[in-house]
Nanobody
Framework: EVQLVQSGGGLVQPGGSLRLSCAAS????????MTWVRQAPGKVLEWVSV????????YYADSVKGRFTISRDNTKNTLYLQLNSLKIEDTAMYYC??????????????????WGQGTQVTVSS
């Protein structure tokens, strides 16, 4: 059974930092690209970042580029998202998502598979 267990959310002030974790089990973690997405109340789901398998190429939404860093530790089967210079508009539920496909590239883009339970990030003064 695929499981993605998230942790690391919380309440921070603007300009602060958090690190989100996503502990994976039930599949060969290193063989899959992993994605972070987020959704604020009343807003559409927003893709945040993706990291590929293999050498781990990374891609970011323009809204977070330069502030967030996605990474993975395949020895620990864990995905991370480092959130720096946080803004109020970063407030959202953050989800890690396993790519549906086992592949080195992304083809046309990410294909969502299993989701983590989500973790809340709230940025407020």
């Amino acid at each position: 059974e695929v499981q993605l267990v998230q942790s690391g959310g919380g309440l921070v002030q603007p300009g602060g930092s958090l690190r989100l974790s996503c502990a994976a089990s039930g599949f060969t973690f290193s063989n899959y690209a992993m994605t972070w997405v987020r959704q604020a109340p009343g807003k559409v789901l927003e893709w945040v970042s993706v990291i590929t398998r293999g050498d781990g190429s990374t891609y970011y939404a323009d809204s977070v580029k330069g502030r967030f860093t996605i990474s993975r530790d395949n020895t620990k089967n864990t995905l991370y998202l480092q959130l720096n210079s946080l803004k109020i508009e970063d407030t959202a539920m953050y989800y890690c998502v396993k790519d549906l496909l086992s592949r080195y590239g992304l083809g046309e883009g990410v294909v969502f598979g299993s989701w983590g339970q989500g973790t809340q990030v709230t940025v407020s003064s």
